[in-house]
C-alpha cells in the first residue's frame, strides 16, 4: 500500500469520527439545553425538521432544536464527506474510472438532498 | 429513549448489527412513534453505528473501498427507491414486511456459521487482508448489483443497514472473502442509509427530538460495546437474541394487523 492511499485512509477514518463525535456533541448540547433552559426559550412542541430559514432563527436564538437539527445533519452529511475523500484518493491515485464510480454515487446523494431545498 | 438506544446499539455491535432491528421495535411498540418517523430515526441511528465501524475498518484497510464504491451506485438509487415507495404505503404494511425482516434475520442467525468481526483480527491478518484485496476474482458482477439494489431497497423501505443481503451475496455469490465481506458491507452502510434518511428528513419524517435522543443511545451504546466484546460469551448472547428477535417478529406481525400480542 503506498504512502499517499495510506494517508487517505486516515483522513477519511478522522473524517468518519469527527462527524458522528460532534453530531453526538450536538444533540447532547440540544437535549441538555432543551431539559433544563426549555420553559425559558420559545421551543415549538412538534420536532420536525427545520426549514433553513427557521433553523437560522433558532440557531441565532440558540433555541435547542436547532442545534439537535445540526447534530442529526451533521450525522447524514459524513457519509457523503466519506465518499468525496474516496473520490479523492482514487484522483491521487490515478485511477480515473473509480473516480467517475464515486462521483457517480455522490451525484446519487446529491440528488436524494435536492427534495429538502423544494 | 436514550437508554433504549444505548441498548440496541450496544447489542448492535455485539452482534454485528446496524441496530435497525431493535430500534423500530423500540420505537413503535415502547415509545408509539409511528412507523414512518420510526424507520427515519433507525437509518440516522444506522449512519451512526456504522461511521465508527467504518471509520476503524478504513484505517486498518479490511474494507474494499473499489467494491463498496461499485456496489454503493445500485444501494443508494435503491434506498431512494424504497424511501419513496415507504411514502406511499400504509404503515401497517410497512410493519408486516418488517416483522417478515425479523423473522428472516432470526432464521439466518439460526443457520448461518459465526461470522468473525474483520476489526478482531491481529496485525498479521490486517496485513493478509491487504493483499488478499488483490487475490480473489470478483464473479457475478451483474447479480451483485442486483442484490445491492434490492439490499438498498430494503434500508430505505424498513429502516435497516441490508448488510444482512449484502455479505451473503459478496460471499456466496461473488466470490468475495467473509471476512471482507463484512467490513465492505460496513462500509456501504452508512452511505445506503444517508441516502434513504434524506428521502424521510425531506417528507419531515424525522422527529429531531426521537431522533437526538435515539441516536445519542445508540452511539454511546456502539462504543461500549466495541469496548466490551471480548468479555460477552457470544453463544448464549446470540441465542437471547434469537428469541428476542422472534418474538418482536410476532409483536410486530401482530401490530400490523392491529392485533393485541402482549403490547
Known amino acids: ?118 | 429513549m436514550v437508554i433504549g438506544g444505548l441498548v440496541a446499539g450496544l447489542f448492535g455491535s455485539l452482534l454485528g448489527l446496524g441496530g435497525g432491528v431493535l430500534i423500530i421495535p423500540l420505537l413503535t411498540l415502547v415509545f408509539g412513534v409511528p412507523m414512518k418517523e420510526a424507520i427515519g430515526t433507525s437509518l440516522i441511528c444506522v449512519i451512526a453505528t456504522s461511521s465508527g465501524a467504518a471509520s476503524l475498518y478504513v484505517r486498518k484497510h479490511f474494507a474494499d473501498i473499489r467494491l463498496a464504491m461499485t456496489l454503493e451506485l445500485a444501494t443508494t438509487i435503491g434506498a431512494i427507491v424504497g424511501g419513496l415507495v415507504a411514502g406511499i404505503i400504509k404503515p401497517e404494511i410497512l410493519t408486516i414486511l418488517f416483522s417478515v425482516l425479523l423473522f428472516y434475520i432470526a432464521l439466518s442467525m439460526i443457520c448461518k456459521r459465526p461470522v468473525e468481526d474483520p476489526a478482531k483480527g491481529g496485525e498479521e491478518n490486517l496485513e493478509g487482508n491487504s493483499s488478499a484485496q488483490g487475490e480473489y476474482q470478483i464473479t457475478n458482477f451483474p447479480f451483485g448489483m442486483g442484490a445491492s439494489f434490492f439490499a438498498g431497497n430494503i434500508s430505505g423501505l424498513l429502516g435497516v443497514g441490508g448488510g444482512v443481503i449484502k455479505v451473503p451475496a459478496m460471499y456466496l455469490m461473488m466470490g468475495v472473502p467473509l471476512r471482507i465481506a463484512v467490513a465492505t458491507s460496513n462500509f456501504m452502510i452508512g452511505v445506503t442509509a444517508t441516502a434513504g434518511a434524506f428521502v424521510y428528513y425531506a417528507r419531515g419524517e424525522v422527529d429531531l427530538l426521537v431522533s437526538g435522543a435515539t441516536m445519542i443511545g445508540v452511539f454511546l451504546g456502539a462504543l461500549v460495546g466495541s469496548r466490551i466484546l471480548h468479555l460477552i460469551k457470544m453463544e448464549h448472547l446470540k441465542k437471547a437474541f434469537i428469541i428476542v428477535l422472534l418474538y418482536l417478529s410476532v409483536e410486530m406481525l401482530f401490530k400490523g394487523l392491529h392485533l393485541h400480542f402482549l403490547f
Open chain 1, 1 to 118: 500500500m503506498n504512502e499517499k492511499k495510506e494517508k487517505i485512509d486516515i483522513y477519511v477514518s478522522n473524517i468518519l469520527l469527527i462527524g458522528s463525535y460532534s453530531a453526538a456533541v450536538l444533540s447532547v448540547v440540544g437535549l441538555f439545553m432543551l431539559l433544563f433552559f426549555a420553559p425559558t426559550t420559545s421551543v415549538q412542541l412538534e420536532s420536525k425538521p427545520l426549514s433553513f430559514s427557521l433553523f437560522f432563527s433558532y440557531l441565532k436564538e440558540k433555541n435547542p432544536l436547532s442545534f439537535l437539527n445540526l447534530g442529526i445533519l451533521v450525522m447524514m452529511l459524513t457519509p457523503l464527506f466519506r465518499v468525496m475523500t474516496a473520490a479523492l484518493s482514487f484522483f491521487l491515485e490515478k485511477d480515473y474510472k473509480y473516480v467517475f464510480i464515486a462521483c457517480g454515487v455522490l451525484i446519487i446523494l446529491l440528488v436524494s438532498i435536492i427534495p429538502i431545498f423544494i
